[in-house]
């Protein structure tokens, strides 16, 4: 992976606090944000992840967003999931964690997404 490619990226935070973390991005020279309930969506390279990860104050964690995609059932979530260019990220030999990918919001319980995506990256 190139280390200035550019990644979309996900700074979350507690409902409430999302203009506050827009803001503190925007004095840190990230200007085109998308904000929504508990995230807001910026782009950046590897380099930005950790200037985020040392500065930003009111931020609980910031990711790097795999792939985006609406599962209407199952199979949708096991097809969108298995299509994510692993390989790009994980060498063959390391294991996912399952429980990292429980950021995707749907109205299924939280066991099926564990057993749905546990099957796919395995």
């Known amino acids: 992976m190139n280390t200035s490619e550019p990644l979309t990226l996900v700074a979350t935070?507690?409902?409430?606090?999302?203009a506050v973390v827009s803001r503190e991005l925007k004095q840190l020279g990230y200007e085109e944000q998308t904000i929504e309930n508990g995230r807001i969506t910026f782009q950046g390279d590897l380099a930005a992840i950790c200037h985020c990860n040392l500065w930003l104050r009111s931020a609980d964690r910031v990711l790097i967003s795999l792939g985006e995609f609406t599962a209407l059932d199952f199979d949708d979530l096991f097809d969108e999931i298995r299509d994510i260019e692993w390989e790009r990220w994980?060498?063959?030999?390391?294991?996912?964690?399952?429980?990292?990918?429980?950021?995707?919001?749907?109205?299924?319980?939280?066991?099926c997404h564990q057993a749905t995506?546990?099957?796919?990256?395995?």
Do not use: D, H, K
């Open 13 to 18: 935070s507690a409902f409430g606090l999302e």
């Open 90 to 111: 994980l060498p063959p030999s390391r294991r996912f964690p399952e429980q990292a990918a429980l950021g995707i919001i749907t109205s299924y319980p939280e066991r």
């Open 117 to 122: 995506i546990r099957g796919v990256t395995r």
